[in-house]
């Protein structure tokens, strides 16, 4: 297979990268089950506010990408302000996925909607560290997620974790609030069980995956987010 200059290896495991990414989201959320932590609370803020879920999203990523820039100050890379095309991108490309490609799919049983929840959980993770590793940009919460880890000499796995309990609180005190509909469900704890792990897990499979399809791997982007000290 032809070699693809640096540049153009970036964008296609970026693409490759944000395809599974939200493809695999509109999945989790077409299984109507409850969501991931942080989903949840994307859907019940959309609840709250009355708007579409990619809107809510746009918002989300949007406040995280500010509170990135106010930690790091004159260290936040220029480039990753390009997260500006994954928080309106991805947000109109959910919209499309959940709304309009998808809206006339129907999951019969639970059971059926577990397993494909459950299976589209390792294939969001695996797309986020295919973006990380694109070294373009990150996705607006693993890159805020990332900085911190590596400020609290942590991993990502491990703030992810954390995050996913607040997000979780978050969810379920403004649902109790405002009588909102509930987001939180079994997908929740499939959610919160094995998302954070899969991107320590997964770092050396998505390596060796995008070395295969002769894709940009960056080790060392990995490694730090992986890596404790």
């Known amino acids: 297979m032809k070699k693809l200059p640096s540049f153009a290896k970036q964008i296609s495991t970026f693409s490759l990268g ?4 939200y493809f695999s989201l509109a999945f989790m959320i077409l299984a109507n089950i409850g969501l991931t932590p942080y989903d949840s609370a994307i859907l019940t803020l959309g609840y709250l506010f009355n708007i579409e879920y990619g809107y809510a999203c746009m918002a989300a990523g949007s406040i995280m990408l500010l509170t990135h820039i106010l930690i790091l100050r004159k260290k ?15 947000g109109f490309l959910m919209n499309f996925f959940v709304y309009d490609l998808l809206a006339e799919i129907v999951l019969g049983s639970l059971f059926l909607r577990i397993i494909i929840f459950t299976a589209m959980v390792p294939l969001v993770a695996f797309g986020c560290l295919i973006i990380m590793n694109a070294d373009l940009m990150s996705t607006p919460l693993e890159g ?21 309990g607040i997000f979780l609180v978050v969810s379920i005190v403004l649902t109790l609030i405002f009588k909102l509909d509930w987001t939180i469900g079994i997908g929740t704890a499939i959610g919160l069980i094995l998302f954070s792990p899969l991107l320590d897990i997964l770092k050396r499979p998505t390596l060796r995956f995008l070395r295969f399809l002769h894709m940009r791997t960056s080790f060392t982007k990995l490694e730090k987010a992986t890596k404790i000290g």
Do not use: N
């Open 76 to 90: 936040f890379p220029v480039r990753e302000l390009l997260q500006l095309v994954i928080i309106f991108g991805g």
């Open 144 to 164: 805020l997620a990332l900085t911190i880890a590596k400020k609290l000499h942590s991993t990502l796995g491990i703030v992810r974790w954390i995050a996913d």
């Open 18 to 21: 944000a395809i599974i990414l």
